[in-house]
């Protein structure tokens, strides 16, 4: 059983920056693909960002694409989401999810999600 929690969500003004990190119960991150998806009030839950399995190819949303950088640290067994240049479009509950499969994309192909962490930009 996967178990991942998520942190460093809080508030931050239009244009701050932060780091949210996952952590993940397994003996290794690297055989499944790291995803974060976001869900803000009233919407349905969209994708963000992305890392392939042993962490070589990231992938974005158009939306925060050149803002998020993805990353891991497979020793300690975290993924990390560095947010700049944030705007109030951001706020959102960010999730963390892993997938055993190569190819997962939609939020459906991932089994395992943390709880969320509470991203709140301000204007």
């Known amino acids: 059983q996967v178990q991942l929690v998520e942190s460093g969500g809080g508030l931050v003004q239009a244009g701050g920056s932060l780091r949210l990190s996952c952590t993940a119960s397994v003996r290794t991150i690297n055989i499944y693909v790291m995803g974060w998806f976001r869900q803000a009030p009233g919407k349905e839950r969209e994708f963000v960002s992305r890392?392939?399995?042993?962490?070589?190819?990231?992938y974005y949303a158009d939306s925060v694409k050149g803002r998020f950088t993805i990353s891991r640290d497979n020793a300690k067994n975290l993924v990390y989401l560095e947010m700049n240049s944030l705007k109030p479009e951001d706020t959102a509950v960010y999730y963390c999810?892993?997938?055993?499969?190569?190819?997962?994309?939609?939020?459906?192909?991932?089994?395992?999600w943390g709880q969320g962490t509470q991203v709140t930009v301000s204007s």
């Open positions: 999810a892993a997938s055993r499969l190569s190819g997962a994309n939609r939020g459906s192909d991932y089994g395992y």
């Open positions: 890392l392939s399995k042993g962490g070589v190819n990231k």
